[in-house]
T-cell receptor, first 111, second 110 residues
């Protein structure tokens, strides 16, 4: 069983479109995260979500919005996609704050 | 979050031990030292974490300097599968996010 799963694995879309990436964790963790890894391979935290408390990295454009229908899911919605949004997006979860489990990533390509 | 400094890259031979260094001279008393690795085309994977004492698990050992200003991740016998980018991260207890730096790209030669 995959602990943290993301769908889709690959996403190619045109500029200006709105898209969503889904993330599910079956670990019963309370905290979930979204990270972005750009072409230079830097991993940057975008959001963390714990018990309905959302902590946003202030550098993230408001076109990005996380939505959590329940504790096991944290989806990422992106509006008006731009070329610079092309990256690999990773979802992660953690219970104790010490050990985070990451998904396999979603490679988003905006053309 | 305090900053860490790691070499950009390291090479190792298969079956030999690997010592990956990390400097964190501005570490605070409540900062834990975390290590993650990222294999090619995969998400980051937890390796180990510690506060003051050396730590061992099935993947690796973490040696922490007495003044806590540096630490070393030890892979006892490198395998080809250990080729990855290794990240040393400081985090204040269970709070705060994991802030990834550039990491060390480890290459393992057969």
């Amino acid at each position: 069983d995959t602990a943290v799963s993301q769908t889709p694995k690959y996403l190619v879309t045109q500029m200006g479109n709105d898209k969503s990436i889904k993330c599910e964790q079956n670990l019963g963790h309370d905290t979930m995260y979204w990270y972005k890894q750009d072409s230079k391979k830097f991993l940057k935290i975008m959001f963390s979500y714990n018990n309905k408390e959302l902590i946003i990295n202030e550098t993230v454009p408001n076109r990005f919005s996380p939505k959590s229908p329940d504790k096991a899911h944290l989806n990422l919605h992106i509006n008006s996609l731009e070329l610079g949004d092309s990256a690999v997006y990773f979802c992660a979860s953690s219970q104790d704050g010490f050990r985070a489990f990451f998904g396999q990533g979603t490679r988003l390509t905006v053309v | 979050d305090a900053k860490t400094t790691q070499p950009n890259s390291m090479e190792s031979n298969e079956e030999e031990p690997v010592h990956l260094p990390c400097n964190h001279s501005t570490i605070s008393g409540t900062d834990y030292i975390h290590w993650y690795r990222q294999l090619p085309s995969q998400g980051p994977e937890y390796v180990i974490h510690g506060l003051t004492s050396n730590v061992n698990n099935r993947m690796a050992s973490l040696a922490i300097a007495e003044d806590r200003k540096s630490s070393t991740l030890i892979l006892h016998r490198a395998t080809l599968r250990d080729a990855a980018v290794y990240y040393c991260i400081l985090r204040g207890g269970s709070q705060g996010n994991l802030i990834f730096g550039k990491g060390t790209k480890l290459s393992v030669k057969p």
